[in-house]
């Protein structure tokens, strides 16, 4: 089964303040990004994993009557921002737990966990019945 | 030979081969991660130069040297004690037996290969992608489509699959008599996982997979073929192929599902559905009745109804009666409900659900909403009946069912204001 594990960073610079974190802390959250992904390629679950960039540059996109696109740089009242996400492939919903729960982790400045909140989604992929 | 890919029946040839191939190298080499390795490089050889070469007087016999000779190369590649090896291993290059001499030994290599893949050690999705590849015969790349996971992923599955297999030192050889029936069921679910992702579709909007299904029912007559006598073999295989009858009368333009009571039956496949009822008339006469053939019998029931409401609802009760006996199954107690709707009425049936809204296994999951809203329905509560559809819409992790179950709760919705107006 499929899932999608999404990273939510807080309002603000959606960003945990990256740009002011030591170059160490910096260093740390970047290995850890890069072996969990290699982990979960290495395991034979990860579909695809993306970072997303910072909601600074991001647009909100409708069609106007005629279809064309009208883009509006103003962000809307959210909280929470979509800083990254994985799409796994599965055994079971604690499985895919267990991944976001070590997403979340993820060192922070002074290399203290961040503990950060992952959202975890199933695809609609529908598994297949049990057999008798 | 003048076309540049395989065309279809050396494909075919190719996948059949497959097992019997890597049988020959795993017994030569014993070593069934490098083997499997070994028999791709010999498969992918074959795609590339047999539409340019044409084909090899005794092809099995090609793909074994080649598939050994990838197997010399990669032993001598390896460690100074690995390479003492090759000695024999470059003698055994040269002898290939011949097609037919030691059929017994390839029926039992497939079978052996068979019980390694579908081993209770490792987790479904890497038995079914390791079951395809080293039987079925099928690329990683092909695998990885069918499954939408990237071909890097999907290979690393494989090959940890194989690293399991490795490290819990299954023997090449056939599982003894008191493990035997339990690895066999192993095989018969993964290939019945194998058929039902490609029939339920699981990945992505579309709602059948027709090249899982297509390999899921050639694997099985393949056991089939090499134990005729096993009931529950039989059955496996009559069960898929009264299911894969009614694929063409399953969706509708849109992709859009189409339950059995509404399908046309024209479009239903006779040739296969008279096959399969032969098929599960032979496996009652086998003696004792295990599950794929109580399922092959009823899906045999609806089969030959020749329309929705001359379907032996009866008969198919009495089966999943006995089923219930065998099992304690909670899906099959949901069916049984079902069934005993269409017999006694909605009340019987929705008073059967009861005892399974206090079923861990069963609670909370979106069958049981819907088959509620169904009889709800049947019951004449329609705002009960949209109620559940709602509920089963939001819990079902298929498309295709949930846009089915919501388009249900929008038809009782509407024809309910149309008798208010």
């Given amino acids: 089964m499929k899932y999608m594990l999404m990273m939510n960073a807080p309002r603000g610079d959606g960003n945990w303040g990256v740009a002011n974190w030591a170059p160490e802390d910096l260093k740390a959250m970047v290995g850890f990004m890069r072996r969990l992904d290699q982990t979960l390629r290495e395991d034979g679950e990860l579909v695809s994993a993306e970072g997303l960039a910072a909601p600074g540059q991001a647009k909100q996109v409708r069609a106007a009557a005629d279809g064309t696109p009208i883009t509006d740089g103003v962000f809307p009242e959210t909280k929470e921002f979509l800083a990254g996400y994985w799409i796994i492939d599965v055994e079971s919903p604690d499985r895919a737990y267990a991944i976001a729960a070590k997403a979340s982790t993820c060192p922070g400045p002074g290399g203290k966990p961040l503990n950060m909140p992952i959202e975890v989604r199933e695809v609609m992929s529908g598994p297949p019945v049990d057999a008798p | ?421």
Avoid at chain 2, 221 to 242: F, Q, W, Y
Wanted: charged letters at 25%; glycine letters at 6%.
């Fill in chain 2, 1 to 421: 030979m003048t076309s540049r890919t395989l065309d279809e029946d050396a494909e075919h040839l190719l996948r059949e081969l497959t097992p019997q191939v890597l049988g020959a190298v795993v017994r030569r080499f014993g070593d069934f991660a490098a083997a499997e390795d070994a028999v791709q490089d010999a498969l992918v050889a074959a795609a590339i130069q047999w539409p340019r070469e044409g084909m090899p007087n005794n092809p099995r016999g090609w793909l074994i040297q080649v598939a050994l000779r990838r197997m010399t190369d990669q032993v001598r590649a390896d460690s100074a004690r690995r390479r003492r090896e090759n000695a024999s291993a470059e003698q055994a290059d040269l002898v290939v037996p011949s097609a037919d001499a030691e059929y017994v030994t390839e029926r039992d290599d497939t079978l052996i290969l068979l019980f390694m893949c579908c081993h209770a050690s490792l987790t479904n999705a890497s038995a079914i992608a390791l079951t395809l590849r080293a039987i079925g015969g099928l690329t990683t790349a092909e695998i990885a489509r069918a499954f939408l996971v990237p071909e890097s992923t999907m290979a690393q599955r494989i090959s940890r699959a194989k690293q399991t297999i490795k490290a819990s030192g299954i023997p090449f050889s056939m599982p003894t008599a008191d493990e035997r029936d339990e690895r066999l069921r192993a095989v018969l679910h993964v290939l019945y996982l194998i058929f039902n992702e490609g029939y339920t579709t699981s990945s992505g909007p579309d709602l059948q997979r027709s090249d899982l299904t297509r390999e899921a029912i050639r694997l099985t007559r393949a056991v089939h073929r090499l134990l005729p006598n096993d009931a529950e073999v039989t059955g496996l295989l009559a069960l898929m192929l009264l299911t894969d009858a009614r694929r063409t009368a399953r969706t509708g333009p849109d992709g859009e599902l189409i339950p059995l009571t509404t399908q046309n039956r024209t479009l239903w496949d006779r040739r296969l559905i008279d096959e399969g009822i032969t098929l599960v008339t032979a496996s009652f006469a086998k003696g004792a009745v295990g599950p794929y053939q109580l399922q092959a019998a009823i899906a045999a029931l609806h089969d030959e109804a020749p329309r929705a409401e001359d379907t032996d609802w009866p008969q198919i009760l009495a089966l999943y009666g006995l089923w219930m006996r065998m099992s304690d199954n909670p899906m099959v107690r949901l069916n049984h409900a079902v069934a005993a709707a269409m017999v006694h009425g909605p009340a019987e049936g929705l008073a059967l659900l009861q005892p399974l809204d206090t079923d861990s296994r069963l609670a909370g999951h979106h069958r049981l909403a819907a088959v509620r809203a169904h009889l709800l329905e049947l019951a004449g509560d329609r705002d009960g009946a949209i109620a559940h559809y709602r509920t089963a819409a939001e819990r079902t992790t298929s498309i295709p069912e949930r846009n089915y179950l919501l388009t249900q709760a929008a038809r009782l919705r509407e024809s309910g204001e149309r008798s208010q107006a």
